[in-house]
């Protein structure tokens, strides 16, 4: 039986959607060009603007499945008990380390969530923020324990704090160039930061900081 | 009085570095392109590679006046004495205040340090990383107060590390995708992350990070 329009437009989508997580995963963000994309599915390079607006719109979707496999990979971990302050440590240690280890194991998909540059006056899609702000109460819940003096809107946004001083860490220690260090070093330095955050969470409990 | 042959090419070579200068400054490193260089400083394209083996090493020149843009700022700062943890916890918080600072007021000549990526098999000259080394005592003096237990070089990685992760926060912060946050906003995230990492460092002198 023939494929009407909309399936075969969806059929397209997916595979645009196949490639171009394939091209990301494999060469990283900056190798991927429309028309590869086009080539590798074995369409027309302006079928690719009939199915999606643009490339970001695109890339969005591939870097949502990226997302996906974070949610899968800290999956047991979300769904742990927090009972008190130690266990909430350990929750937030057992993070930073598993962030270290996704992006040493998926390095270039991992990247492209931090590279990809928007075309000037696009919008990053509602949904995609929303698959972000999911992921980011992995970080929330634990924090709730530490701080219980930060409303939910601060914590919300502590929590993309911690999670931006673990990704310094993570990421210029992955860089090739300010300061490179071999994955034991690394992971080392992780925990050492962990620690002195843990250390510093779990020694002033809902005191404000004073900057 | 004529120029000789090598005044000429000093002259030259200074004048490329300050429009690259100008071009990172006001434009950022995805401006900068061999041709507009040429055309502002009125040479022709190649006299640039008489003068440079490539742009890289132009990049490297431009971007090291960023990093003594940085010393300068710093100065003062590296001249206090630092008698007791107290005062290096506070040292090592108007290292982190500051460099927020610096980083909004010259976005993009920050952006362009952490955004030049060497053409295939380059290498970063050897007097930009001793530059880059002295910077880091700025971290590394206080650290050597809190935490006696690192021998230097353990001491000169952690405190890389601790740039890293004030870098994560600054940077994801100025970044107007993952977590875009106002000014006050972010400098309060600077100031409860550093609180944090400066209560760890304060609760655990000398104590070695479990992970």
């Known amino acids: 039986m023939a494929l ?14 196949d490639a171009a997580e394939r091209t990301i995963t494999t060469r990283g963000l900056s190798a991927l060009r429309a028309r590869d994309l086009a080539a590798e599915v074995g369409c027309a390079l302006g079928a ?17 499945r990226t997302l996906t496999a ?38 270039l998909r ?18 995609f923020l929303e698959q972000q702000k999911s992921l980011f109460l992995l970080v929330e819940r634990p924090l709730a324990v530490l701080r219980p003096d930060l409303d939910p809107d601060e914590r ?10 673990i990704h310094g860490v993570v990421s210029l220690g992955l860089d090739e160039k300010l300061m490179p260090m071999r994955p034991a070093v690394l992971r080392a330095q992780v925990g050492e930061i962990f ?17």
């Open 4 to 17: 009407n329009t909309e399936e075969r437009r969806q059929e397209l989508r997916q595979k645009l959607i």
């Open 48 to 64: 690719i603007y009939n199915v999606f607006p643009d490339l970001d719109a695109l890339i969005f979707e591939a870097n949502a």
């Open 70 to 107: 974070f949610e899968r990979f800290f999956e047991r971990l979300a769904q742990t008990e927090i009972p008190d302050a130690e266990a909430a440590v350990t929750h937030l240690r057992l993070l930073a380390r598993g962030y270290l280890e996704f992006a040493m194991k998926h390095r």
């Open 110 to 127: 991992w990247r492209a969530l931090f590279d990809h540059r928007m075309e000037e006056g696009h919008q990053i899609p509602g949904w």
């Open 156 to 165: 919300a946004t502590f929590a993309r704090s911690v999670f931006a001083a």
């Open 195 to 211: 620690a002195t955050l843990g250390a510093g969470l779990a020694a002033r409990p809902g005191e404000a900081a004073a900057s």
